[in-house]
Each structure stands twice: as structure tokens, then as C-alpha cells.
């Protein structure tokens, strides 16, 4: 079964811009959930979605946002880019229920600049 | 809210050593708690995980049970070795309310010398 897959892998953006990212689960699985990862914060969650509906979000301001299409891949969107933006965002897929695994993605390295 | 605390590391251990780390926890439910591995330039691994209390979980030679009466999912493993080498994060999902959502530890890295 192939895992979950994040693209890209890399990106540089500059401040103000704006970002989109892709994650792709593991096949069957219903929930996707995001995370941001850095040194200073650790890892803290973004938002999950389950069946195309956003179901739980984390403590991150409105320029951070997300979506999940009829197949269950998702995309994530940061508009207007700060520098504290930089990250590792991560993406994890499971079936959703709170006892089940999340499998993750390698991620997604951003680069603010 | 919910919260894991970790120990602080970063840890060195000689190959052969034993190895705990520690994990405690705060949630208003009744959670499922894991361990997750990261190595370099990669995404978390699940490396165990218990759902209820007195469950141990266990996986590669690494022990962590859930003990509900000290809030706690000490890691532990009699013998690393130095491809052991990563970062472990303490993590647990919280049944209040019809989520996944994990709630992670800052994460401790640990090194193995030969």
C-alpha cells in the first residue's frame, strides 16, 4: 500500500507571497490532518479534515488554511507569507478515529525569505 | 487543555546502554497515547502505541505502557543501538470530541555512539 505523499518536498517563497501544498493519503483513509513543525514551536496542529469537512483546527490565524477534495487529498494554503512562517509541514492520514494511527508524510520543507 | 511533557535532552548513550524516556501527560478524556520517531530529513514514524490503561505497547525491542494512575508512557528499550539515532516524540489523541487530532511533546534527540 503505498504511504502518504506531500508535494513538494521543498519550497522558497518570499514574504507576502502565498503557498499551496499538497498531500495525498494513504488510499482509503478519510481523515488528513496538518501539522507545522519547527525548532522554537515543536509540532502543532493546523487543522484535520474528514469526508471534506474541516472537523477540528488548531491556534493559527486565518492565513492558514485548507481543503479536501472527493478523494480525499488535501491542500493546504498560507497566504501572506511571514518569515515565521518557515517550517516543516507535515501531513498525516488515518481513518479518523481518535484511537487509530496517523501515518505521515515526509513533508514539506518551507522557506521563507 | 491536553498537553505531554517530556524529559529534556538531548540524550547520549554508548551502543548496549539501556534507555528511558521519560512522558507524562495532561488530557480532560481518556486518551490514546504513542510514540512516534523521526529520523533525519524524514516524517514521524509510529513506533508504538496504547489505546487504554495497563495496554503495553511494543515494537523493535521499545516498551512504553500506559499507567493511568501516574499519567505517564515512559519509553523504554534494554539495549539501543546506533541506528536508534533520532528524535522521539511523546503523543496522545484525546476521545473528547469525533477527531484525530495528536497533541505532541517537544520531542527529545537521541544519540548513539558506537
Known amino acids: 500500500k503505498a504511504g502518504v505523499t506531500q508535494t513538494p518536498r521543498y519550497l522558497i517563497k518570499t514574504r507576502g507571497q502565498q503557498v499551496t501544498l499538497s498531500c495525498s493519503p494513504i488510499s482509503g483513509h478519510r481523515s488528513v490532518s496538518w501539522y507545522q513543525q519547527t525548532p522554537g514551536q515543536g509540532l502543532q496542529f493546523l487543522f484535520e479534515y474528514f469526508s471534506e469537512t474541516q472537523r477540528n483546527k488548531g491556534n493559527f490565524p486565518g492565513r492558514f488554511s485548507g481543503r479536501q477534495f472527493s478523494n480525499s487529498r488535501s491542500e493546504m494554503n498560507v497566504s501572506t507569507l511571514e518569515l515565521g512562517d518557515s517550517a516543516l509541514y507535515l501531513c498525516a492520514s488515518s481513518t479518523g478515529r481518535y484511537t487509530d494511527t496517523q501515518y505521515f508524510g515526509p513533508g514539506t520543507r518551507l522557506t521563507v525569505l | 487543555g491536553d498537553s505531554v511533557t517530556q524529559m529534556e535532552g538531548p540524550v547520549t548513550l554508548s551502543e548496549e546502554a539501556f534507555l528511558t524516556i521519560n512522558c507524562t501527560y495532561t488530557a480532560t478524556g481518556y486518551p490514546s497515547l504513542f510514540w512516534y520517531v523521526q529520523y533525519p530529513g524524514e516524517g514521524l514514524q509510529l513506533l508504538l502505541k496504547?489505546?487504554?490503561?495497563?495496554d503495553k505497547g511494543s515494537n523493535k525491542g521499545f516498551e512504553a505502557t500506559y499507567r493511568k494512575e501516574t499519567t505517564s508512557f515512559h519509553l523504554e528499550k534494554g539495549s539501543v543501538q546506533v541506528s536508534d539515532s533520532a528524535v522521539y516524540f511523546c503523543a496522545l489523541s484525546d476521545q473528547t470530541g469525533a477527531n484525530s487530532k495528536l497533541t505532541f511533546g517537544k520531542g527529545i534527540t537521541l544519540s548513539v555512539r558506537p
Open positions: 496504547a489505546t487504554k490503561a495497563d
